[in-house]
Nanobody, 127 residues
Framework: QLQLVESGGDLVQSGGSLTLSCVAS????????IGWFRQAPGKDREGVSS????????HYADSAKGRFTISRDNAKNTAWLHMNFLKPEDTAIYYC????????????????????WGRGTLVIVSS
């Protein structure tokens, strides 16, 4: 059974850092594009970053550029989201998701391309 499990969410002060992990089981990670999404209270789920299968091309939301870094280790079946200079507006539940496709710059953040989702991990950034 294909499963994704996120971890690493925490309460952190503004300006701090966190690294979120996404461990995949039941499938080889290198066959999938991994996306990180987040959902703040009362808001829609939004794409934060993705790293494409095979070529490793990365995409970032404007809000994440320069602060967040996505990475993956297919041998460990794990992907990460390294977050620096966190802001209160980064507070959300963060989800990782897997897509069997290869989204490009125009559609990587579209949730319909991701068929498998984790349950999320909560990040709270205090001011």
């Amino acid at each position: 059974q294909l499963q994704l499990v996120e971890s690493g969410g925490d309460l952190v002060q503004s300006g701090g850092s966190l690294t979120l992990s996404c461990v995949a089981s039941g499938f080889p990670l290198d066959d999938y594009t991994i996306g990180w999404f987040r959902q703040a209270p009362g808001k829609d789920r939004e794409g934060v970053s993705s790293i494409r299968k095979r070529d490793g091309i990365m995409h970032y939301a404007d809000s994440a550029k320069g602060r967040f870094t996505i990475s993956r280790d297919n041998a460990k079946n794990t992907a990460w989201l390294h977050m620096n200079f966190l802001k209160p507006e980064d507070t959300a539940i963060y989800y990782c998701a897997a897509s069997s496709g290869s989204p490009n710059w125009s559609n990587w953040a579209n949730t319909i391309y991701y068929k498998n989702w984790g349950r999320g991990t909560l990040v709270i950034v205090s001011s």
